[in-house]
C-alpha cells in the first residue's frame, strides 16, 4: 500500500524472509540497544529463529515501510486478546528526517483495518524522547509504569489533536514537469478523511512560477513574502505582494509565482475531489509571463 506523505511516497507491506538481514542491522544498532528492554547486541543465530517464528505466528505482525524502493522503517504489533502491542523501529540513516510519525500513523491504519484491537500500547523507556515523541504525535498517551517503562495507549478510531513541528517539516524541489524555474515546497498540512485540505507553503525564486493548472474545488493563495504574478488564462496579468489573498475559482485555468527580479513565497490552499486536488496543463512561454501586469 502506496502513501504520500510531505512529498514522500512510501510503500507499506508485510515482512518476508528478504528482511532478516536489515531488521538483525537495525536491532543492532548501537542506539536501538541503549533504548532497548535488553541492551546487549542480538546473535545472528538467535535473531534468525526469532525472526522465522514471527513470520509464522498468527498473533504477531511486522509491517515494513519502503521509500524509494529502500527500506527505511519498522513497525511490529503484537496482539494478546484485544491488545495489540505496539513497536517502531526506524533505519539508522533515515532518523531524523520526520518519518517516525507518519510511518507510525499509516502502520496503525493499515494493521487495525484488518485485526481491529480494542487497545493498542506501547512500552517505551522514559529517556526515549525520540519514540515517546512518535507516539505523542499519534495520539497516544501515558497511563501507567510498567517495570520501568512508561506505558502508553491509544484506542483505534480515537481522534487526538496533532502538532507538526518545524523542525519535521521536509522542503522538496518542484518537480520541473510542473514549474518554471527554482521552486521549493514545503507541506504543511494534508488533512485525513473526512476533510480534505491541503495546504503548502511554494518559495518561488525570482522568475519562477507554476505550469497552467487547474483546481477541482477552487484555490486560495496567501502571500507571506516577496512580489508575484499571477494570471487566469486569456485575463490580464495581475501583481500580487506580501499580504495578499487570492482566490482561483474552481476548474479555472491559472497560473502563479515570482515577478521577473523578485522571489516571492505564497501558501497554497485547496481541497481535493475524489482523490485529485490539481490538474497540471502547458508550461507558461516566456512570452506569456513577459506580459505586463495591469492595473497594480
Given at each position: 500500500m502506496a502513501r504520500h506523505c510531505r512529498g514522500m511516497t512510501f510503500l507499506l507491506r508485510s515482512a518476508d524472509t528478504t528482511d532478516c538481514e536489515?531488521?538483525?542491522?537495525?536491532r543492532n544498532d548501537p542506539a536501538t540497544r541503549a533504548q532497548s528492554i535488553v541492551t546487549s547486541?542480538?546473535?545472528w543465530e538467535e535473531h534468525v529463529a526469532w525472526f522465522e517464528a514471527t513470520l509464522a505466528r498468527s498473533d504477531r505482525h511486522i509491517l515494513m515501510a519502503e521509500l524509494g524502493g529502500r527500506a527505511v522503517g519498522m513497525v511490529r504489533f503484537d496482539l494478546e486478546g484485544?491488545?495489540?502491542t505496539?513497536?517502531?523501529n526506524l533505519d539508522p540513516s533515515q532518523r531524523g528526517r520526520g518519518l517516525g510519525k507518519p510511518i507510525l500513523s499509516e502502520a496503525i491504519a493499515n494493521y487495525t483495518s484488518k485485526i481491529n484491537p480494542e487497545l493498542l500500547r506501547a512500552l517505551v523507556r522514559p529517556d526515549n524522547h525520540a519514540s515517546?515523541?512518535?507516539?505523542?504525535?499519534?495520539?497516544f498517551t501515558v497511563q501507567t509504569t510498567v517495570d520501568g517503562l512508561l506505558e502508553l495507549t491509544l484506542s483505534p478510531g480515537e481522534k487526538a489533536m496533532e502538532i507538526v513541528r518545524g523542525t519535521e517539516r521536509i522542503a522538496r524541489m518542484g518537480p520541473e514537469a510542473y514549474f518554471v524555474g527554482s521552486v521549493t515546497i514545503t507541506d504543511i498540512v494534508s488533512a485525513p478523511e473526512p476533510a480534505r485540505l491541503r495546504a503548502l507553503n511554494v518559495r518561488f525564486q525570482?522568475?519562477?512560477?507554476?505550469n497552467w493548472h487547474t483546481h477541482p474545488l477552487g484555490q486560495t493563495l496567501f502571500v507571506t513574502e516577496g512580489v508575484g504574478r499571477v494570471q487566469s488564462r486569456g485575463g490580464p496579468m495581475r501583481m500580487i505582494r506580501a499580504g495578499d489573498t487570492v482566490w482561483i475559482p474552481p476548474g479555472e485555468e491559472h497560473w502563479h509565482g515570482a515577478a521577473p527580479d523578485h522571489p516571492m513565497t505564497h501558501i497554497a490552499m485547496?481541497?481535493?475531489?475524489?482523490g485529485s486536488e490539481v490538474t497540471w496543463l502547458d508550461p507558461v512561454s516566456d512570452v506569456d509571463y513577459g506580459v505586463s501586469p495591469v492595473g497594480d
Open positions: 536489515v531488521l538483525f542491522r537495525w547486541p542480538v546473535p484485544d491488545v495489540a505496539v513497536s517502531i515517546l515523541r512518535i507516539f505523542w504525535a499519534c495520539g525570482s522568475g519562477a512560477r507554476t485547496q481541497e481535493s475531489l475524489e
